[in-house]
Structures are given as C-alpha cells and as structure tokens.
Antibody, heavy 126, light 107 residues
Framework: EVQLVESGGGLVQPGGSLRLSCAASGFTFSSYEMNWVRQAPGKGLEWVSYISSSGSTIYYADSVKGRFTISRDNAKNSLYLQMNSLRAEDTAVYYC???????????????????WGQGTLVTVSS | DIQMTQSPSTLSASVGDRVTITCRASQSISSWLAWYQQKPGKAPKLLIYKASSLESGVPSRFSGSGSGTEFTLTISSLQPDDFATYYCQQYNSFTWTFGQGTKVEIK
C-alpha cells in the first residue's frame, strides 16, 4: 500500500525557517517524481515544487522561488522541503504528492498526482 | 502560467441529481487535465486523468470530457459520499495549476 507521511510542520515566526519531511513507503520511491502542494486555510490548492526521480531537475512556484528548497534522499525514501524567510502567506497545510507520468508534452514528460499524504500544517505568525 | 477557472464555485444539489462542473484553461492544454475530490480535513483524491480516464477504484458515475481549453466533470447520479470540493488541475507544463475549486453542497 502506497503511503506518504508528512512531518515537521508547526508554528514559526515570520522570517523563520522550517524543514518538512515526507516519508514514503509501499512503492519504489526512487522511480517517481515528487511534488509539494499547499493549501492555505479555507483556500484552494497551490503547487509549490517538483523534483525529478533522481533529484537532478527541480522546479518552484514563483511564490516560493529563492526561499524554499526541495530535496530527496532515495536511500531513505524521503522527500524534504526546506522553507526559509517564511511569511504569513506561507501559512498552509503542506502535502507531498507522488507524480505519475501522464504523457509527453512540448515541455517534456509531465504527470499528475496519484497519491497524496495527509498533510502537515505550517503556521507563520508572531 | 496557465490559469484554470472553474464554474460554478458552489453547487447545491440533491442525491440522485446529475451534476456538471466546468473547467476552462487560459490556453490549450490538450488533454492534460486531472480532476480531484477533496473532503474537509482530508487530502485530495484523484478521480480523472488525461481529461477522461477514470482512476482505478473510482465509481463509474464520475466521468470527464473535453480537450483544448474546456473540460467538464460529470457525476451522473449524486451520492451522499460525493458532497465535497472538486478541483481541476492542468499538467501541460512544469508549473502545475489548479482551478479554484467547486464545492458541491446538499440542497
């Protein structure tokens, strides 16, 4: 059974840092691209970051570029999100999501998200 | 970035009703569209991918259609378990974007 379990959320002051983790099990983690998606309280879903299966290709949403860093450790079946210079607008539930290949576009192979973790809440407030 | 616009934002319906949600993309995304269902306090659940392909285990009352810039999610006969919020998502490029969501409420 595929499982994704996020951890590391909590209350942090504006300007602070936090590191989220996502522990994967039930599938060959090193074969899948992974993503972080967030959801502010009462709001919709916002994609945050992508990392390829090897970790060699990374993308960020403009809203977090330069402040957040995605990484993975395939030996530990784990995905991470280092969040620095946090702002009140970063307050959200953060989900990790497994990506499954959807096809080949003009941009290259892209996919959709077939499994999601339960999420971890990050609150940025003084 | 590609913008995704869903309508309506809220939909009131009764058990047994046929329900249709529309999602429009700001530019063509071919068929690179997924639909998700989310219940309060839970993670999103994949329903449909590639605009019209039903994810394994999802009831056949859910269906998707469309291509290019206009897409629909249809629930043929609304069940009590279907009251939730639904999101479309484009995966045409490496900046995934979601619609703002459609909340399906009990009438």
């Amino acid at each position: 059974e595929v499982q994704l379990v996020e951890s590391g959320g909590g209350l942090v002051q504006p300007g602070g840092s936090l590191r989220l983790s996502c522990a994967a099990s039930g599938f060959t983690f090193s074969s899948y691209e992974m993503n972080w998606v967030r959801q502010a309280p009462g709001k919709g879903l916002e994609w945050v970051s992508y990392i390829s299966s090897s970790g060699s290709t990374i993308y960020y949403a403009d809203s977090v570029k330069g402040r957040f860093t995605i990484s993975r450790d395939n030996a530990k079946n784990s995905l991470y999100l280092q969040m620095n210079s946090l702002r009140a607008e970063d307050t959200a539930v953060y989900y990790c999501a497994r990506e499954i290949s959807g096809g080949i576009t003009i941009f290259g192979p892209v996919g959709y998200f077939d499994y999601w973790g339960q999420g971890t809440l990050v609150t940025v407030s003084s | 970035d590609i913008q995704m616009t869903q309508s309506p934002s809220t939909l009131s319906a009764s058990v047994g009703d046929r329900v249709t949600i529309t999602c429009r993309a700001s530019q063509s995304i071919s068929s690179w569209l997924a639909w998700y269902q989310q219940k309060p306090g839970k993670a999103p659940k994949l329903l449909i991918y590639k605009a019209s392909s039903l994810e394994s285990g999802v009831p056949s009352r859910f269906s998707g259609s469309g291509s290019g810039t206009e897409f629909t999610l249809t629930i043929s006969s609304l069940q009590p378990d279907d009251f939730a919020t639904y999101y479309c998502q484009q995966y045409n490029s490496f900046t995934w974007t979601f619609g703002q969501g459609t909340k399906v409420e009990i009438k």
